[in-house]
Every structure is written in C-alpha cells, then in structure tokens.
Nanobody, 122 residues
Framework: VQLQASGGGLVQAGGSLRLSCAAS????????MGWFRQAPGKERDFVAA????????YYADSVKGRFTISRDNAKNTVYLQMDSLKPEDAAVYYC????????????????WGQGTLVTVSS
C-alpha cells in the first residue's frame, strides 16, 4: 500500500482543515488507518485511527471532540477533519496503515505517507 497525504496548510487558531490520505492498492479496505503527527524536536505521536469498516474510531485525548477521522473505502481515502485548531496542533501529519496491532502504536503501522504540514497561527 502506498499512501499520499495532502490538505495541510496555514490556518488561524480556531480554524479548520481537512487532511486526506489517498491509498493505492486493492487491499486498502482491510487496513486499520491512522493519523500521527510530529512537531519539531518531538516524537511522532498518535492522533486518531479508524478500523477497516469505519465503524470503530480512536482518538488521542488531546484531539478528542475536535478532530474526526473517517474513510471512504470506495475511494481508497481516509480523512482527518480538524476543527477548533490550536497552536499546539501544528506539526507534520502522517497517515499510516496497518493490518494488526495496537491502534495507537506507531510500531504497529507498516505503511506510511510522506506527511503534510499543518501550521496554526495564534
């Protein structure tokens, strides 16, 4: 599976962005998909994940209630809707895919996109 993330940009605090991650390959619908983020000088952290059918979602506490992960298996795409953005949300956002493992552990994800930069101005 190859992943291509897009949708990052500059937004004011309180604003919204929608990230997309397009996947190639016929088996996309069998993967748990996740979003992680990495700020300069920090570890890559879990943000959100969604099960293969879209029926189960998981969120980091820091984004719960503000971010929404979704997927469209017909389009081989996973989305991250980010609302009420804060300066501390600024980071490079990565989408990732896995077949099995902990949903919030980056070690569980075998496939990674190239990242898209989100900048939030205060």
């Amino acid at each position: 599976v190859q992943l291509q993330a897009s949708g990052g940009g500059l937004v004011q605090a309180g604003g919204s962005l929608r990230l997309s991650c397009a996947a190639s390959g016929r088996t996309f619908s069998s993967y748990t998909m996740g979003w992680f983020r990495q700020a300069p000088g920090k570890e890559r952290d879990f943000v959100a994940a969604i099960g293969w059918s879209g029926g189960v979602t998981y969120y980091a506490d820091s984004v719960k209630g503000r971010f929404t992960i979704s997927r469209d298996n017909a389009k081989n795409t996973v989305y991250l809707q980010m609302d009420s953005l804060k300066p501390e949300d600024a980071a490079v956002y990565y989408c990732a895919g896995q077949r099995s493992g902990s949903f919030d552990s980056k070690q569980s994800y075998a496939y990674w996109g190239q990242g898209t930069l989100v900048t939030v101005s205060s």
